[in-house]
């Protein structure tokens, strides 16, 4: 079956970093996508990886390993802004997406 | 830019009513998808289009149809409502595969 497992909610401190996990098991493979979604509003695009390695933009960095099927998501000097759910998403070989219940990120003071 | 608009944007329905869920979108994406959006579980496909006048089924289509007569448009209606159906409805487009989706607002649908 296809599925993506990623933790329910994680906490961090403002100015920290933190690295959230994703495994994936799809039919095929054609990426992994990560989307931020603030609570009432919609998803929107932060990074695709479809090659083994890391992807730097910004403060956030994405990662991925198709041999561990594999990525995480890597959120440097956090803001407050930043508390939101992230969503991972992996790519089967027709294209359909396939979505993690996403992961609730609170930021400390 | 209005990108995606869904509307409306909140809904209270009886058991058994119907209703239609519009969504528009004004970057000439091919590609347009209905999800839901249920605490603790990802998104789930609806129905999804890869063009003016088709659609297909996704993961979750029982109780839902949906229309794509203009390539703006993709319409998704509930025949009968049901309270299993309540949940958060977000429409979304793209370009093309593998591209990166733009959600609308969403639409907060209660059936009672």
């Known amino acids: 079956g296809q599925n993506i497992d990623q933790p329910t909610e994680m906490t961090a401190t403002e100015g920290a970093i933190v690295q959230i996990n994703c495994t994936y098991q799809t039919s095929g493979f054609n990426g992994l996508f990560w989307y931020q979604q603030h609570a009432g509003e919609a998803p929107t695009f932060l990074s695709y990886n479809v090659l083994d390695g890391l992807e730097e933009k910004g403060r956030f960095s994405s990662f991925l390993s198709r041999s561990k099927g594999y990525s995480y998501l890597l959120l440097k000097e956090l803001q407050m802004k930043d508390s939101a759910s992230y969503l991972c998403?992996?790519?089967?070989?027709?294209?359909?997406?396939?979505w993690g219940a996403g992961t609730k990120l609170i930021i400390k003071p | 830019n209005a990108g995606v608009t869904q509307t409306p944007k909140f809904r209270v329905l009886k058991t058994g009513q119907s209703m239609t869920l519009l969504c528009a979108q004004d970057m000439n994406h091919e590609y347009m998808y209905w999800y839901r959006q249920d605490p603790g579980m990802g998104l789930r496909l609806i129905h999804y289009s890869v063009g003016e006048g088709t659609t297909a089924k996704g993961e979750v289509p029982d109780g839902y149809n949906v229309s794509r007569l203009k390539k703006q448009n993709f319409l998704l209606g509930l025949e009968s409502a049901a309270p299993s159906q309540t949940s958060v409805y977000f429409c979304?487009?793209?370009?093309?595969?593998?591209?990166?989706?733009?959600f609308g607002e969403g639409s907060r649908l209660t059936v009672l």
């Open positions: 998403a992996g790519s089967d070989s027709n294209y359909q997406l396939i």
């Open positions: 979304a487009s793209k370009t093309g595969e593998p591209g990166e989706l733009f």
